[in-house]
């Protein structure tokens, strides 16, 4: 089972992290998150089916936070070859795209980029706030 939904901020990105991490009954296989100039691309792989109350819980509560997404070609191909366990530094520079996380959700590894990225810029962007 897989969601895949486009989000407007990192702090909404934080936000599902931040679920994620308080269900421990969803069997969270990984999550991938991706920074665009505008927006996050949030993909989060569960191990294996969840109840339909639970599954339609949780997209709802995404829903709330951002849109269901259809990546194009290249983002498609950058998540597919995350998933395949190629090195995220090599999936980055194929297919031109910036992966803040992939694996175990990680608020630390969000903010960090975050933090990096507002300082190289000298402003806070709204798709950072």
Not at 80 to 105: F, N, T
Not at 111 to 121: H, P, S, Y
Request: glycine letters at 6%; hydrophobic letters at 40%.
């Amino acid at each position: 089972m897989e969601y895949l939904y486009y989000l407007a901020n990192a702090s909404l990105t934080l936000r599902a992290v931040q679920h994620l991490h308080a269900r421990p009954q969803l069997p969270v296989s990984f999550v991938t998150v991706i920074h665009q100039i505008d927006g996050w691309v949030v993909r989060i792989k569960l191990k294996g089916q969840v109840p339909a109350q639970q599954d339609g819980d949780f997209r709802a509560f995404l829903n709330e936070l951002g849109i269901s997404y259809e990546p194009p070609m290249r983002v498609q191909m950058a998540l597919w070859s995350l998933e395949a366990g190629q090195c995220p530094v090599d999936v980055m520079r194929r297919y031109q795209v910036a992966i803040v996380s992939h694996g175990s959700p990680e608020r630390e590894e969000i903010e960090a980029f975050r933090q990096q990225f507002v300082r190289g810029l000298g402003y806070c962007p709204e798709t950072l706030a």
